[in-house]
């Protein structure tokens, strides 16, 4: 099927790639269909572009590639939820957002869990005090809108 | 909004199966015990709210576009 996106324009994804979020995300909870574009082996960052509105995508990575020692623990009840049969169906994904100063966060407070079999996904928020809505990832070299004057010599 | 006056050992009693116990009261601080239904979502509110804003920077911040992080980014197009 083809969807509509504001950053990559109309794009053609197969249906049964579509990931069920049936309580959006926090902020967000009307749109419930996302797809994972993740086609850039090379780069840590992938899209969770919502499938019903064009505007609406969020960057996000796998949290343990910057934080090998996060660990989330999943109620019962979550975990019935998503319906995960074993651990290594859950796969993990934390929103990255790119600050005006140029620093690079990811949110692990509240992370995505996605059943890998049935793509149903929900963000989850932990009650783990370790953790916060903005850990660094990197930062962007900054760009500077002035123009730089010489420096004396 | 209702409001109780409890103290410490006493239990506010929600619908069917939500128990909310007041376990302590130091200070500013009170310490609550919550039973409930595991089909039921105990939050603290400031967390909540906390991820809502986060979801909401972030969505802003990846459809602002030029930023370096763009050009890393996948890009597919219409076969």
Known sequence: ?153 | MLILSRKIGQHIVIGGGIEITVVDVRGEQVRLGITAPRSVAVHRKELLEQVTAENIEAAASALNGNNVLGEMMPTRKTK
């Open chain 1, 1 to 153: 099927m083809r969807i509509g996106t504001t950053r990559f324009g109309t794009i053609e994804i197969a249906e049964e790639s579509i990931v069920h979020m049936p309580d959006g995300m926090l902020g967000f909870e009307s749109v419930k269909r996302f797809v994972l574009l993740e086609d850039r082996p090379d780069t840590a960052f992938k899209w969770l572009q919502a499938v019903d509105d064009p505007a609406l995508a969020f960057i996000v990575v796998n949290p343990m590639e910057f934080f090998p020692d996060y660990e989330i623990e999943l109620s019962d009840k979550q975990a019935e939820t998503l319906d995960l049969e074993d651990p290594s169906e859950a796969v993990m994904l934390t929103t990255v957002t790119i600050g005006s100063d140029g620093r690079v966060t990811t949110n692990l407070l509240g992370p995505i869990v996605m059943n890998s079999r049935t793509l149903q996904a929900r963000q989850i928020v932990l009650q783990d005090d370790r953790y916060g809505s903005k850990h660094v990832i990197c930062e962007l070299p900054r760009v500077d809108s002035q123009p730089r004057q010489a420096e004396a010599a």
